[in-house]
């Protein structure tokens, strides 16, 4: 897929794994720069982040992925959080890359999370943005502003992926209308980030990408993923874990990342007072400056 049509990345492709699936990425900065690769949250897809300008102007190699399932990556069934540290150091094997730092926004926190309990030193830095709490243990899902749809992935699949299929669909027919009626499940705070017209259409072709081809199905699974045993413990990573939170954030409360800071042996927060969950909109070059010092 050339840039003009990937939502502004330098490159975009597929790597296929050894099993024989395709995993999908998206690029951003020189090709020669240090690897940070970042993971989605929900629903979202690898071409969520508009950080390519500063990761230019850094020297730094942004890749971000789609989750199994998800977008243009083929499904992984019964997979585990953990599992998807397994695609990573394949991916980066393919791409050339032997250390990186990973980033996750959101539900895509916990995979970052993965990635440093599973693959050693080859991680280097975890950053935790807007990040999701322990949704595999009880009491966290109910604190969230989107508990009713994590309640629908776990109880009623089909319902849940109904619901992204149908968005998805309108999202290729009517992205102004599709956008609106994702706006109105966030937060005033984050419904003002998603109006504005640059957000706007990188958002709306992020979604529209997320959901093809069985992407509301891969949706739903991931969520489904993150609501299961995770297959790793947090609390034995030993790298440093940025961990950067709004305190409006009503989608991932603060409490959740207080129970990061708690947990994690070498966290390092950052509070913008501020912010909501889309603080990744404002924020990206201090993200990317404090996870590169």
Known sequence: MDASRAGGATRAGEARLADGRALAYAEWGPSDGRPLFHFHGIPDGRFSWGAGPACEERGIRLITVDRPGVGGSD??????????????EELAERLGVERFRVSGHSAGGPYALACAGRLGERVEAVGLISGAGRLDQPGFVAQMHTARAWWLASHLPGAMTFVYSTSGSLSRRNPDLALKLVAANFPPVDRAVIRRPEVAARLRFAY???????GAHGLCEDMRTLLSPWGFEPAAIGVPVHVFHGRRDAI?????????IRTLADAR???????????IEDRYEEVLDRMFR
């Not at 499904?75 to 990573?88: Q, Y």
Request: avoid cysteine; hydrophobic fraction near 45%; charge should be negative.
């Open 75 to 88: 499904p992984r069934p019964g997979r585990s959080v953990a599992d998807w540290a397994a695609d990573v």
């Open 208 to 214: 529209a990408e997320a959901t093809r081809a069985g």
């Open 252 to 260: 991932a409360p603060p409490a959740h990342a207080e129970h990061w």
């Open 269 to 279: 927060p950052v509070w913008f007072a501020g912010d909501g969950h889309l603080l």
